[in-house]
């Protein structure tokens, strides 16, 4: 890609979408425009415009120097008392183990050392393979032993026993295994949910629910991810404390509006948490692909990934499972969606149509591994 060409720029370092514009600022109250407008803001938060959408002429940012890795199984997480009976040359105790991991320390890390992450599933014989690819900051040269050792120090940071296999993936070889399974393809958008955490002492696990209901089918799940720089996720954090300051002044004097109001607000102040957590393990651009061989596969696929990441209560951006055509040869080479959408927004990294910004909490939702 062409530097004096900004549209192409890649979506990790240029969040608002390559048109280095600023958030709008609303206009004075009682003067109308784009802030009287609370349906067209609440649309704008909850995406309702993907709901009937034509995509239209599709645009992607191939992910380069990806190299995968098959990660078979990792341990208990480490901890200080960990440490401590290791260095005593002890074995640890037997724990129970969940079937599937999530990665939300992992990816933090990751996050830190500005590493673009690639997790893919690929459902076939048995429960299916997990592999990740990483790439990092390094000279073209060092790609390739730089991605796969960084993601192996970081497991190794975070987990007792790691079970990865040896082999480094080029992409090339990856996309041979990926290609026969992409007779149907989908993209995913929105935040993908846990369920009611609040209520429920035990963390579900996405991943080994559709893992478990397509054992011995023939399906993958692709999920591309780049990190977003703190000065934009600060500047994001700015444009909706600014937007939530100014809605409460509205709501003073716009009785009528009241509830619409309201509600917006609500929106905004799950978005900011979901922002102000972002300032602490990281945020990122990430956008995912579904897909299997047979309709019926696909069909089914698509039921499981709704009903394991859809609660009501979601916010700000409910999850949505999208099919139309046109995705697979951006799947193929793991390319992240950059069409823009068409409408000015207050938030510029919610501008692009089809990836979502979530932190490496909400990230790890979909980045699971399996437990040994």
């Known amino acids: 890609m062409q530097s004096d060409q900004p549209e192409e720029k890649k979506p990790e370092t240029q969040a608002g979408g390559g048109k280095n514009r600023k958030p709008p600022r609303p206009t004075r109250i009682g003067t109308g425009g784009f802030d009287d407008d609370w349906g067209g803001k609440i649309s704008d938060l909850r995406r309702y415009d993907l709901d009937a959408s034509d995509p239209g002429d599709l645009s992607s940012w191939p992910m380069p120097g990806l190299v995968f890795t098959e ?11 960990d440490a401590e009976v290791l260095r005593r040359g002890s074995q640890l105790p037997p724990r129970r183990l969940p079937r599937m991991h999530n990665l939300a320390e992992v990816l933090t890390q990751l996050h830190a050392q500005r590493a673009n992450l690639a997790y893919l599933i690929i459902g076939g014989k048995g429960r299916g393979k997990v592999l990740i690819g990483v790439t990092s900051p390094a000279p073209s040269s060092e790609l390739e032993t730089s991605g796969h050792s960084t993601l192996v120090s970081t497991f190794q940071n975070i987990y007792c026993q790691i079970n990865i296999d040896d082999q480094l993936l080029p992409s090339d070889r990856v996309q041979s295994m990926v290609r026969p399974l992409t007779t149907y393809v989908g993209c995913l958008t929105g ?28 399906f993958g799940v692709l999920v591309l991810s780049v990190p977003i720089p703190s000065a934009y996720n600060s500047r994001e954090m700015l444009a909706v404390e600014d937007q939530i300051e100014r809605a409460k002044e509205f709501k003073n004097v716009d009785k009528e509006h009241k509830r619409k109001i309201d509600y917006f607000l609500e929106l905004e102040q799950s978005y900011l948490k979901q922002l102000e957590l972002g300032a602490q393990i990281g945020s990122w651009q990430v956008g995912a692909y579904y897909f299997a061989r047979d309709r019926s596969v696909f069909l089914r696929l698509q039921s499981l990934l709704r009903a394991a990441y859809t609660v009501p209560s979601s916010r700000p951006t409910p999850f949505r499972a999208h099919e139309f055509r046109g995705l697979q040869e951006h799947l193929l080479q793991f390319g992240l969606l950059r069409n823009q959408r068409d409408d000015e927004m207050a938030h510029i990294m919610q501008s692009y149509k089809y990836l979502t910004p979530l932190n490496s909490q909400m990230l790890s939702a979909y980045i699971q591994v399996p437990a040994g």
């Open 71 to 81: 990660i078979r199984s990792v341990g208990e997480i480490r901890s200080e008392s």
């Open 191 to 218: 935040i993908p949910s846990f369920g009611d955490t609040e209520n429920d002492t035990t963390p579900s696990q996405p991943i080994e629910t559709i893992l478990s209901g397509l054992e011995r089918h023939h």
